[in-house]
Structures are given as C-alpha cells and as structure tokens.
Nanobody, 119 residues
Framework: DVQLVESGGGSVQAGGSLRLSCAASGYAAYSVYCRAWFRQATGKEREVVARIYSDGRTHYADSVQGRFAVSRVDANNTLYLQMDHLKPEDTAMYFC????????????WGQGTQVTVSS
C-alpha cells in the first residue's frame, strides 16, 4: 500500500517558522510523481499550498509565495515544506500528496498534520 505520513506540525506564534515533512512508502517510483501540500482550515475548502514536479519545478499559492518553500529528496522519498513568517491565517490541517500531474499531484493523500499560528 502507498503510505504518506506527515510530521512537523504544531503551534507557533505569528512570525515563527515550522518545517513539515512527509515520508512516502509502498511505491518504488515516487520520483516520477509530482508532490504537493494542501491545507484545509476549519469551515473552508481545501486548497493547494505548493506543488513540486518531478523535474523540480515548483508552484505556490499566492498567499504563501515568498514565505513557504517546498522541496523533495527522492532518494528517501521525502517531501518538505519550510514555512516562515507564519500568519494566523496559515492555521489549518496540512496534507501531503503524491501522484501524476494529471491528478493535480493528488492521487495519494496523507492523514494530515495540524498547524496552528497564534497572533
């Protein structure tokens, strides 16, 4: 089975930083997949935060551009999200995904990790 396990969430004050990690297992060729981070805040729709494609291209939501950085280490099937200058509006459950580009990088989903930013 394909498994994605997020870690690194927590509570932080506004202006602080967190680094999320997502370990993948159960599939031998994650390097061909694009990977992404989504988030969902209470009462809001799920939204994509950042994508990173197999060739290293990245895409960010306007709301996090310049503050967040997505990276991947295919040698150990791990995806990262460095989050700096956090704001209260970044509070959400963060999910990592993996999949082909046609699926929006979201064929497989992790269980999520909570990020809470206090003002």
């Amino acid at each position: 089975d394909v498994q994605l396990v997020e870690s690194g969430g927590g509570s932080v004050q506004a202006g602080g930083s967190l680094r999320l990690s997502c370990a993948a297992s159960g599939y031998a060729a994650y390097s061909v997949y694009c990977r992404a981070w989504f988030r969902q805040a209470t009462g809001k729709e799920r939204e994509v935060v950042a994508r990173i494609y197999s060739d290293g291209r990245t895409h960010y939501a306007d709301s996090v551009q310049g503050r967040f950085a997505v990276s991947r280490v295919d040698a150990n099937n791990t995806l990262y999200l460095q989050m700096d200058h956090l704001k209260p509006e970044d509070t959400a459950m963060y999910f990592c995904t993996a999949g082909p580009e046609v699926s929006g990088c979201s064929g497989y989903w992790g269980q999520g990790t909570q990020v809470t930013v206090s003002s």
